[in-house]
């Protein structure tokens, strides 16, 4: 979560937005960090109903959210000091062919519901099957096991085409679609296992953010030498200088995916329910609007980089519960268990995500496995 950051250019004088550029790049911040909350909590409701395996949801649990912040600050730590100690140019090259493959996936699997919808009904649809075994006889086991059809393969060209538009032009709107693609993902298919365990996870990460970007440089330092899709960025001399912009505003994935897996466990929790209003979800979603927009004043204010989790997570939380505390239902909230609700047999999250310590790289969660003799399915996402 690398927070809300103004545009900075270290080789020219500093730049000065203008009140419009301002506006509509902070506005248009918000608005592409609503979508992967707002669709990734609706697909998060149904994601586990696909045979694919790799489209299940990975379950955190209290004893991950709590160690979560510390390995988090390890990972970014370590890669602060590998941008100090060795080349940036060569980090990022590596770190751009390592989101190229991954954000194609993440891009096919956001476009996939589109896709179904879209494609035309006369064009014969093909069925594939990718296959990997180890082993022989009775000990033959399934590495990969991935069925798909025409038009996983058309999603897969789409992507690709962005993923190479991305590595030659590392152009901001390459980077926002894998960014998106990666939050919505995120936001799909990480599941918070109860409430608890979010408000773990958010408490700890709140410290997390806090921490590293008040009391040291190293959030901000690896945020800018960091060239990979893990934040997005909108240009604040857009009007000026149009698509070719180059002084952008920033907002971290892990600002989106981190409130967005608890705004999507309220959603679980609204639907288990059985009513016909989505009252925690609603109110949690405008709570992220209100914080969002708080850290964007805050930071407009005092022209300095600001911990977006600061004012999200007590956002967040503290609405949803003053909601349940006013309907009686406080006790309910805090007993619900998602995965007994959407997927009674979802795997636990065992790996960790390695980016910039934010919980945003979802591409890990999806490619990892849990337990190496579990089948698993390693789709084009």
Known sequence: AQGLEPAVNATVAKFVATPEGTAL????????????????????????????????????????????????????????????????????????????????????????????????????????????????????????????????????????????????KKHWIANNLFGLAFALNGVELLHLNNVSTGCILLGGLFVYDVFWVFG???????????????????????????????????????????????????????????KETRTYFYTSFLAYIFGLGMTIWVMHTFKHAQPALLYLVPACIGFPVVVALLKGELTEMFSYESSEEVLPHTPRLTHYPTVSGSPASLANSMQSSSSPRRRRNNPPL
Not at 261 to 267: D, E, G, H, N, V
Request: charged share 15%; proline share 4%.
């Open 216 to 274: 040291t440089n190293v959030m901000v330092t690896v945020a800018k030498s960091f060239e990979a899709p893990i934040k997005l960025v909108f240009p604040q001399d857009l009007l000026e200088k149009g698509l070719g912009a180059s002084q952008f505003a920033m907002l971290g994935l892990g600002d989106i995916v981190i409130p967005g897996i608890f705004i999507a466990l309220l959603l679980r929790f609204d639907v288990s329910l059985k």
């Open 25 to 168: 790049a902070y506005g248009s911040l918000v608005f592409m960090a609503l979508l992967p909350i707002f669709f990734g909590a609706l697909r998060s409701v149904s994601c586990g109903k696909s045979k694919n395996s790799s489209d299940m949801p990975e379950t955190i649990t209290g004893r991950d959210a709590a160690r979560f912040p510390i390995i988090a600050s390890c990972t970014l730590f370590g890669l602060y000091l590998f941008f100090k100690i060795f080349s940036q140019e060569y980090i990022n090259l590596l770190l751009s062919m390592y989101f190229f493959v991954l954000g194609i996936l993440a891009l096919s699997h956001t476009m996939s519901p589109f896709m179904n919808r879209i494609f035309p009904a006369n064009i014969p649809i093909k069925q594939y099957q990718l296959l990997f075994t180890q082993g022989s006889g009775e000990a033959k086991e399934e590495i990969v096991n991935y069925e798909f059809d025409t038009k996983d393969l058309i999603c897969l060209v789409i992507s690709t085409v962005v993923g190479v538009w991305y590595i030659l």
